[in-house]
């Protein structure tokens, strides 16, 4: 496994842009797969985006589609997510999570993977 720590939100009003990143440390990130979540008040935690560990496949959630892009830079351990056009909706705790997959499969089961960061907060206010 390896920690994750994720970092970039803040309030941002409604239109707005962030960029979140989430740093891997502890071992390498070679193999990695990693996925982006979100968790509302009073909701499940729900999948954002994931990407395969050498950046080659990417998938979204619909609701994100054509809005956010995941990317990551292995030589710096981080993954990123860019999220444009923000929407009051997009309000959650973000969390980043990871899987050692040589296999390069994306997952939306939480249970897939077995490292989570803490987790930031994005607030986007109307």
């Known amino acids: 496994q390896v920690q994750l720590v994720e970092s970039g939100g803040g309030l941002v009003q409604a239109g707005g842009s962030l960029r979140l990143s989430c740093l891997a440390s502890?071992?390498?990130?070679?193999?990695?797969?990693v996925g982006w979540f979100r968790q509302a008040p009073g909701k499940e935690r729900e999948f954002v985006a994931g990407i395969t560990w050498t950046g080659g496949s990417t998938y979204y959630a619909d609701s994100v589609k054509g809005r956010f892009t995941i990317s990551r830079d292995n030589a710096k351990n981080t993954v990123y997510l860019q999220m444009n056009s923000l929407k009051p909706e997009d309000t959650a705790v973000y969390y980043c999570?990871?899987?050692?997959?040589?296999?390069?499969?994306?997952?939306?089961?939480?249970?897939?993977?077995?490292?989570w960061g803490q987790g930031t907060q994005v607030t986007v206010s109307s």
């Open positions: 502890g071992r390498t990130f070679a193999g990695y797969t």
């Open positions: 999570a990871a899987r050692q997959d040589f296999a390069n499969r994306i997952e939306v089961r939480r249970s897939y993977y077995d490292s």
